[in-house]
């Protein structure tokens, strides 16, 4: 049986997918559950990139110290600069075991017109920053990296004697893994297989071959499982395959065609597997999921809402007489239940704060007393409380936590006669203020419809009218979290700042959908104007 390793990039590659951003706590309850996943390592983030993400890389590292992640190991992403490879090493200082994952383009394209390098620099950067990461110590002599990664990006639109050469570079300064990204999600699985068998050929070495797949023509699992059978012994993956672009490889999906397909995805005729333990697939998925704000979409494969759902008269009856008729996996595999009925408007704060530390999230006494306060308030209204219901409500709490704005009161008035007009009140905190005695601001304004007519109230008091700046809705959408008339409605909304681009996404759930859509439209806001802060501009309603 060969092993393969599990590389979850969930939080380095995972956090680059538009509008997603996790904070240091946030990315600590998803690598704990990674951990308790089975995860063999774990991309914490790109300490160079941010302090906020070296802050979180050296959280995780520091759990990691203290037991708390098993056996995993934790790498921190660094481009092919000393000063990377130093902030990557502080990162990962107090992880029991840690990875520097440094990487370069290769392919022409990248060179010539985003590095501006020729290959021979390119080579020389190699050979520099591998030896580096391998040699640099810590104050007590100890190698600041227990292993380092070399990933050459765009690998697979590389020319291949090139590609063989960054490798042998690599390779020669004790890399000790190697990984071949298809970054643009470009190869198929036949070519990636002639890539891998030609280049193990050319640069043959005791170093580990992994494999990191883009999925921008859907084929990202399929090009990783073709790794595998050719000898690649680890596979760099995400939950929900969330990532840049269209995504990376789905974990769930490498883990499960690893187990439903022992038949026939194999090396050499040997089996392949993996530690993860399926039963936590679920879990971990709605986490990320409630964590990220993207929703999984509903045909996904394995964690889609729909993936054991049988709607058709023909496929129920199949299913009923004999499950194998339509179910290659059990729901139960990957620790799929019923949407079990957790809590109701009786049950106290301790019960809520244990089941939120069930799901995976860790609330400090603050954030528990919000959160319950949320959960008494729609329980008031629906008869029970799922699991689902709670993954809402905390998600809207972690969303909006420290915001500048708050929803005191709204009226809409609307029609088929009428053009929708909308009075928001908001309560309007100043930077680190109390809870009480903040100012509260009023607008009224049309729009097409009482959702619209409502941001664009909230527009005008957060000064995102034009007045201080502008922000353009990219999407708005709303999902009942469960099923009934009384379901709690969640909305998502992302915006974008019309100067910078950059996106910034919002949720909020009620029972009320156009309460949900407001706070979720706040969430946003409030993060455009904590960045319009930072970049020390005043807000109007100051
Ligand atoms: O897609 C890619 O090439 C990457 C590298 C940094 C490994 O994410
Ligand atoms: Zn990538």
């Given at each position: 049986?060969i ?10 590659d ?13 990315k ?9 996943a089975g995860?063999?390592v774990?991309?914490?983030g790109?300490?160079?990139?941010s ?12 759990a990691?110290?203290?037991?708390r992640?098993?056996d995993?190991?934790?790498?921190a992403?660094a ?6 490879v ?14 520097l ?6 392919s ?13 620099e ?9 030896a580096?990461?391998r040699t640099l110590?810590r104050e007590d ?6 292993e380092v ?6 690998a697979t639109?590389?020319d291949?004697?090139f590609?063989a ?12 893994i190697v ?7 470009y190869?198929?699985p ?11 050929e050319k ?5 580990r071959?992994s ?6 023509l859907g ?5 990783s ?10 596979i760099e ?7 840049e672009r269209a995504?990376?490889?789905?974990m769930?999906e490498?883990?499960?065609a ?5 038949d ?5 005729g ?5 530690r993860?333990?399926p039963?936590e ?7 990320v ?19 054991f759902?049988?709607a058709?008269?023909?496929?129920q009856?199949?299913?009923m007489?004999?499950r ?11 620790g799929l239940?019923a949407n079990?009925?957790v809590?109701?408007k009786?049950?106290?704060?301790h ?6 530390a069930q799901l ?18 729609i329980?008031?209204k629906?008869s029970?409380m799922?699991d ?9 709490y ?8 708050y929803?005191?009161?709204?009226q809409?008035?609307?029609?088929n ?11 309007v905190?100043?930077?680190?203020g109390?809870?009480?005695g903040?100012?509260v601001?009023?607008?009224?304004a ?9 941001f664009?109230?909230?527009n ?8 201080a ?18 379901a709690?409605?969640?909305a ?7 100067e910078s681009g950059?996106v ?5 759930v009620?029972?009320?959908v ?7 439209y706040?969430g946003?806001?409030n993060?455009?104007?904590?960045m319009?802060?930072?970049a ?7």
């Amino acid at each position: 049986m060969i092993q393969i390793q599990i590389y979850d990039t969930t939080l380095r590659d995972g956090e680059q997918t538009p509008g997603v951003h996790f904070g240091p706590r946030q990315k600590l309850d998803i690598a704990l559950r990674l951990a308790k996943a089975g995860v063999d390592v774990i991309e914490a983030g790109f300490p160079a990139s941010s302090p906020g993400d070296a802050e979180a890389v050296a959280g995780i590292a520091e759990a990691s110290g203290k037991g708390r992640l098993g056996d995993t190991v934790v790498s921190a992403l660094a481009r092919m600069r000393r000063d990377d490879v130093d902030a990557a090493a502080k990162a990962v200082r107090e992880a029991r075991r840690s990875r520097l994952h440094v990487f370069i383009a290769t392919s022409d394209i990248h060179l010539e017109y985003k590095l501006r390098i020729t290959r021979e620099e390119c080579l020389q950067r190699i050979r520099d920053c591998v030896a580096y990461g391998r040699t640099l110590c810590r104050e007590d002599g100890r190698p600041a990296f227990d292993e380092v990664e070399f990933s050459a990006e765009d690998a697979t639109r590389t020319d291949p004697d090139f590609l063989a050469e960054a490798v042998r570079c690599a390779a020669e300064e004790g890399a000790q893994i190697v990984n071949i990204p298809d970054t643009v999600g470009y190869t198929t699985p036949d070519e990636f297989r002639r890539i891998l068998t030609g280049l193990r050929e050319k640069v043959p070495g005791s170093y580990r071959l992994s494999v990191h797949c883009h999925n921008d023509l859907g084929m990202a699992t399929a090009n990783s499982l073709a790794a595998a059978e050719c000898g690649a012994e680890q596979i760099e993956c995400t939950v929900n395959g969330l990532g840049e672009r269209a995504g990376n490889a789905a974990m769930e999906e490498i883990v499960m065609a690893l187990r439903v397909r022992r038949d026939a995805i194999r090396n050499r005729g040997e089996e392949l597997s993996c530690r993860i333990d399926p039963h936590e697939i679920t879990e971990t998925s709605r986490l990320v999921a409630s964590l990220s704000g993207i929703a999984v979409a509903p045909n996904k494969a394995v964690v889609g809402a729909n993936a054991f759902a049988h709607a058709s008269g023909i496929h129920q009856h199949g299913v009923m007489a004999a499950r194998g008729t339509y179910e290659i996996m059990k729901p139960e595999e990957i620790g799929l239940n019923a949407n079990t009925i957790v809590l109701g408007k009786l049950s106290g704060r301790h019960a809520f704060a244990d089941r939120t530390a069930q799901l995976g999230y860790t609330l400090d006494a603050a954030g528990i007393d919000a959160a319950f306060a949320r959960f008494k308030e729609i329980a008031d209204k629906k008869s029970v409380m799922t699991d689902d219901d709670i993954r809402a409500i905390v998600g809207e709490y972690l969303d909006s936590r420290e915001g500048r704005y708050y929803l005191e009161t709204f009226q809409i008035q609307s029609g088929n006669h009428i053009r929708a007009m909308a009075l928001v009140s908001l309560i309007v905190k100043e930077p680190g203020g109390s809870e009480e005695g903040n100012p509260v601001a009023t607008e009224a304004a049309p729009g097409e419809g009482p959702v619209d007519a409502a941001f664009n109230a909230v527009n005008r008091i957060a000064g995102a009218d034009g007045s201080a700046g502008r922000v353009e809705l990219v999407s708005y959408g709303i999902t009942a979290v469960t099923e009934g008339t009384d379901a709690l409605g969640e909305a998502k909304v992302k915006i974008r700042d019309a100067e910078s681009g950059t996106v910034f996404s919002g949720r909020g759930v009620s029972t009320d959908v156009i309460k949900a859509s407001i706070k979720a439209y706040l969430g946003a806001i409030n993060k455009w104007t904590a960045m319009r802060e930072a970049a020390g501009e005043e807000s109007p309603a100051e």
